[in-house]
């Protein structure tokens, strides 16, 4: 019966990929034709988007895939890097911010569809501090985006307090303007007492900058004495990192093709199970997270054989 339905999937997933690619082809033209239409059109789908959750329903069909992976493990929490905002904004014909308004727009979704097959955590990592390093022009309009997005989030707080979702942001704040700071305390703080889904926006963010600033808060909470070789224990480091009090990824998914970490979660994600897909953020739907949560549990019982013999105990010694 499982094969059945894979077979049915797989042959229907062909007919609406050659549909969905006749659908970009005629967007692209009409790309080609103005940047104008597309950005008023994209203007009024932020307008009906009060919260966090896409009002996009699934498909009879989807709905029936999700409930077919709901009989396998789901991964409770799925972290994402979502890369290729700038090249699909290339590929239409506009400008680079453009791709990261609809990569916002897809995050959405997203989230929708996690909700729907029981992903109890999720982490984006939204900005890289290596963006910075961007022209000053993308840099601003970065963060005038983050800005007209945290500001929506915050003015429908109502709604999403009523999905139950906790978000927590984590990162270097000393990048960001004092606005959007105050921002994210707000929606943080308005927040924490939610037991939804937990969404982890890393803003401005790298591995290294966290390990860093764990090293930093470590040296501090020892006061006076300077930490040992003894006191300086995996668990230690976990514990003052940003995401000390969340789970490991079971599942890191990056977009667009490239086949590398770009600094995100190193720490966390040494024993997650790692998927690249070929499609551009923007681009990403269901049937990608479909595909990327069947092989995780494909894969599922080499991972927990990893996660469970990999790991050395701090007292293990050879003799």
């Known amino acids: 019966l499982t094969l059945l339905f894979y077979f049915y999937f797989l042959v ?10 006749r659908n970009h082809a005629r967007f692209s033209e009409k790309g080609k034709e103005g940047n104008s239409e597309s950005e008023k059109k994209f203007d009024t789908l932020n307008l009906v988007m009060p919260t966090l959750f896409s009002t996009e329903k699934l498909s009879w069909l989807q709905r029936m895939m999700a409930k077919l992976l709901c009989l396998g493990p789901i991964p409770q929490h799925i972290a994402f890097i979502m890369d290729g905002n700038r090249r699909f904004a290339t590929k239409l014909g506009m400008e680079a911010t453009s791709g990261h308004e609809y990569g916002y727009e897809t995050l959405m979704k997203t989230l929708q569809w996690c909700r729907e097959v029981g992903i109890r955590e999720v982490t984006v990592f939204a900005l890289s501090i290596e ?11 970065l963060m005038s985006l983050a800005r ?8 429908t707080l ?16 000393d990048y960001l303007p004092g606005d959007i700071r105050e921002l994210i305390e707000a929606i943080a703080l308005k927040t924490r007492e939610n037991k939804g889904l937990f969404l982890n926006i890393c803003f401005p963010y790298t591995a290294c900058d966290e390990l860093r600033r764990a090293c930093i808060s470590i040296m501090k909470s020892f006061k006076t ?5 003894d006191h300086l224990t995996e668990e230690l480091i976990s514990k003052h990192l940003d995401s000390g009090s969340s789970t490991e990824p079971d599942l890191l998914i990056r977009t667009s093709g490239e086949t590398r970490l ?23 739907s269901f049937w990608n997270l479909f595909r990327a ?26 003799e």
């Not at 009523?162 to 270097?172: A, E, S, Y």
């Not at 004495?225 to 070789?229: A, D, F, H």
């Not at 927990?304 to 007292?315: C, D, F, L, T």
């Open 293 to 318: 949560i069947l092989f995780y549990q494909q894969n599922y019982k080499q991972i927990q054989e990893v996660r469970k013999y990999g790991k050395i105990s701090p007292n293990f010694k050879i």
């Open 131 to 141: 963006n910075f390093k961007r022209s000053e022009a993308e840099v601003n309009a």
């Open 12 to 21: 229907w997933n062909q007919l609406f990929m050659q549909k969905m690619i």
């Open 225 to 229: 004495n300077e930490p040992t070789e």
């Open 148 to 155: 007209m997005k945290f500001s929506r989030i915050l003015e």
């Open 262 to 284: 770009s600094d995100f979660l190193l720490w966390q994600s040494s024993y997650s199970c790692l998927y690249f897909d070929q499609v551009l953020w923007p681009d990403y």
């Open 158 to 173: 109502n709604s999403v307090e009523k999905n139950d979702v906790r978000c927590r942001f984590f990162g270097n704040f």
